[in-house]
């Protein structure tokens, strides 16, 4: 395991789109807690690298007719979905990350359609959406299996150090493999 890393800092700006999202403070207490924790994780746990000055991120919480918008027009995909990423440049796990990180984009009413369905609390659902958002932009993905489990492995480590349970207990088991 790597040696403790400097406290990594981000500068998280926030743009709050629909309404029917919490107040900006509350929005920023909760990003900065989450993902202070996940960036806490990825320098302490994995030696992931962070630059000198506070990588900048947008976070852009928005409502289900937007996010299908840019959906289609980024992925072909015409249908709103829970969280979108954009990194700011292409980064492999590990790698330095630049002076802007990306954006991540989330869906108001798909987080709580989804909330409902898993019988979490909105709070807790948005919290590991974040978490999920910000591996992307360190070039984590999902789209092979052995990515999805490395992800996932993170996802749900990140998020017990934050007292939250596993997001992916209940689904089909995944051989866990070991974090690199």
């Not at 630059?51 to 959906?71: C, G, Q, Y």
């Not at 999920?132 to 993170?154: I, Q, R, S, T, V």
Request: charged share 25%; proline share 9%; glycine share 6%.
């Amino acid at each position: 395991m790597p040696g403790l890393q400097h406290m990594p800092q981000l500068d998280i700006q926030i743009s709050r789109e629909d309404e029917g999202w919490p107040d900006e403070p509350a929005l920023q207490d909760l990003s900065e807690r989450t993902l202070g924790a996940a960036a806490e994780f990825l320098a302490n746990s994995l030696g992931q690298p962070f630059p000198k000055m506070a990588p900048e991120l947008s976070l852009v919480f928005t409502d289900d007719a937007s996010i299908r918008e840019i959906n289609a027009e980024w992925r072909s995909q015409d249908k709103p979905t829970n969280v979108l990423s954009f990194p700011a440049f292409p980064l492999q796990p590990g790698g330095m990350p630049g002076p802007m990180l990306g954006d991540i984009i989330i869906a108001r009413e798909t987080v709580d359609r989804e909330a409902v369905d898993l019988e979490k609390s909105f709070d807790d659902h948005l919290t590991h959406l974040l978490v999920h958002g910000f591996l992307h932009l360190f070039g984590y993905d999902h789209m092979e299996n052995d990515e999805a489990e490395k992800m996932e492995a993170l996802e749900t480590r990140i998020l017990a150090q934050l007292g939250l349970s596993d997001p992916y207990e209940g689904q089909e088991p995944i051989e866990q493999s070991p974090i690199v």
